[in-house]
Antibody
Framework: EVQLVETGGGLVQPGRSLKLSCVASGFTFNNYWMSWTRQAPGKGLEWVAS????????YYPDSVKGRFTISRDNAQNTLYLQMNSLRSEDTATYYC??????????WGQGVMVTVSS | DVVLTQTPPTSSATIGQSVSISCRSSQSLLDSDGNTYLYWYLQRPSQSPQLLIYLVSKLGSGVPNRFSGSGSGTDFTLKISGVEAEDLGVYYCVQGTHDPYTFGAGTKLELK
């Protein structure tokens, strides 16, 4: 059974940093692209970042490019999202997702990030 | 960015009724490799989203065959043939043909 467990969320002040982690199990982690998506309270879904299975390439939308960094440790089956220069509009539930048939085949339970002073 | 417009925003159905959800794209989603990277996901209340359909019409793993997807170019449809209680929630279409990935605003399926 595929499991994706996110940790690292919390309350952070604008302009500060936060790092999310996602531990994966139940599949061969290093065979799949991984991504982060987010959902602001009461809103729809937004793609945040993707990384190839080797970690050699990363992709971001303009809304987070230059502020967020996705990375992975295939030896530890762990995905990361380093978030810098956080803004109030980054407040959301962040989901770790695994690729395969689609960019987002499986989703974690999500972790809440609140950016507020 | 590609804009995906879902209609209706809300759909009310009785158990057993068939429903359709439309997803229209601001650009053709036919890729130069011949694939159309259009997906459908369901987010049940207080749950994480789950994959239903990939590449327009292919059923995700373990997805019941009452779900079906169709369409091409800019117009796509998700059909549920015989709604069950577990189908209630918000449906999202997503495109992966053009960078960045974009999501529709969602269609909420409610019980009538």
């Amino acid at each position: 059974e595929v499991q994706l467990v996110e940790t690292g969320g919390g309350l952070v002040q604008p302009g500060r940093s936060l790092k999310l982690s996602c531990v994966a199990s139940g599949f061969t982690f290093n065979n799949y692209w991984m991504s982060w998506t987010r959902q602001a309270p009461g809103k729809g879904l937004e793609w945040v970042a993707s990384i190839t299975n080797s970690g050699g390439s990363t992709y971001y939308p303009d809304s987070v490019k230059g502020r967020f960094t996705i990375s992975r440790d295939n030896a530890q089956n762990t995905l990361y999202l380093q978030m810098n220069s956080l803004r109030s509009e980054d407040t959301a539930t962040y989901y770790c997702t695994s690729g395969g048939q689609s960019p987002f085949d499986y989703w974690g339970q999500g972790v809440m990030v609140t950016v507020s002073s | 960015d590609v804009v995906l417009t879902q209609t209706p925003p809300t759909s009310s159905a009785t158990i057993g009724q068939s429903v359709s959800i439309s997803c229209r794209s601001s650009q053709s989603l036919l890729d130069s490799d011949g694939n159309t990277y259009l997906y459908w996901y369901l987010q049940r209340p207080s749950q994480s989203p789950q994959l239903l359909i990939y590449l327009v019409s292919k059923l995700g793993s373990g997805v019941p065959n009452r779900f079906s997807g169709s369409g091409s170019g800019t117009d796509f449809t998700l059909k549920i043939s015989g709604v069950e209680a577990e189908d209630l929630g918000v449906y999202y279409c997503v495109q992966g043909t053009h960078d960045p990935y974009t999501f529709g605003a969602g269609t909420k399926l409610e019980l009538k």
